[in-house]
């Protein structure tokens, strides 16, 4: 069967997307890629077809503040690009069996009610209005009427943004109107959750509202090998820990690393910089501190006393399969709730806010995480259920399963 698949923004938007692609390419299945420009060279290395959206990811990373301002960012991105998608998904879905897409493609479930074709909507985070949880707002373990409140407001806030485009594209392609965009995408097609129901467990009002269900995170694939640099490095003395942000542009970086230097050699402890895509690290490496570029997590991670991320969703993930404790620093929509949630099961301290990092702060928190054992504890617990989990595997039997392809090829 031919399956599109379609994901827009970060790294860790497009990733497991691409790893699901692969996949169903490795199963037999015709698969075309819609992703950023920045990720066509992977796609096509992997012996897929790709379609490279105009988007350029890194410098739209850099555009988004933090906290309330940084979601107000994002949405606001997603409905600029509504006719892009329209244009890029109608073309390659024209002889499709099958439109699978990350939830920022808010177009893609209409184009999969135009063609007559089943639609899986990927998300990482649960992003399902309920009670429980709301994902995108930095508020997180707020009572039940809080969240609903939160709901209702990002629903109108999608509303607001894409009612018009949407609606104005389904016109033309003689679609019904959509009154309520944010409700539609959800409850559109059926919506797999690329993510460990043991992280962020479903909310009971989902049930008999929307059709859905967990893989697991599907993490990139393969994982990869160490430079022979970081390799002799982690060798060289004790594990070190690992502090990156990945794609995400932190509050004066700069400023950051500085801090977290000085609180490194407070504590006395060795540790990794990731640079991503902000060249955060600062001036270089030392005896004690070692600078990478681009690394595989999955080969990295296990390696390492504990992991200080962003609080993206395939980084919590990542770490927690690896079994070491982790501290979020989050900036905006869906990573203040991983780092609610990485405390709230044990897996390492509370969140530290972007406002609040200063090297005191930062020394404790550095000091809480590798001392204290019950985070230990907990992080091997989950990473052994995570490590049953089918992720990438479950996911293309679930798009096989809806596409009603048989198991077998």
Known sequence: MKVVLSSRGSRGDVAPIIAIGAGLHERGHDTVLCVPKLFADSVASQGMRVVPYSEDSERMMTEFG??????????????RSIDE???????????????????????APSVAEFRGIPFVRVTFAPMMTGYRFNPLLPWQGLPRWANRAGWALINLTVDALSYRAINARRQALRLPRVMRVGDYVARYGHTLFAMSSALAPPCPSWQGRYRH????????????????????????????????????????????????????ERIGCRAVLGAGWTGFGGRGSSSNVLVIGDTSHAA????????????????????????????????????????????????????????????DQLTRALTALLTKRRYTHAVQQLA??????????????????????????
Request: hydrophobic share 40%.
């Open 66 to 79: 933090s906290d309330w301002r940084g979601l107000q960012d994002a949405l606001k991105w997603f409905s």
């Open 85 to 107: 998608q329209f244009d890029w998904l109608l073309e390659q879905t024209a002889d499709a069996d099958v439109l699978v897409a990350s939830t920022n493609e808010i177009a």
């Open 213 to 264: 269900s967990y893989t697991g995170y599907c993490h990139d694939l393969p994982v990869g090998e160490l430079t022979d640099e970081l390799s002799q490095f982690l060798s060289s003395g004790s594990p070190p820990i690992y502090v990156g942000f990945g794609s995400v542009t932190m509050t004066d970086p700069d400023q950051l690393a500085r801090n977290f230097r000085e609180a490194i």
């Open 300 to 359: 990295l991670f296990p390696a390492t006393a504990g992991v200080i991320h962003h609080g993206g969703s395939g980084t919590t993930h990542t770490a927690a399969r690896a079994g070491v404790p982790q501290l979020v620093l989050p900036q905006f929509a869906d990573q203040h709730f991983w780092g609610h949630r990485v405390h709230r099961l044990g897996l390492g301290p509370a969140p530290l806010s972007p406002k609040t990092r200063s090297v």
């Open 384 to 409: 052994e259920t995570l490590g049953r989990e089918s992720g990438t595997a479950g996911a293309v039997a679930t798009i096989e399963s809806l596409a009603g392809q048989p198991r077998a090829l």
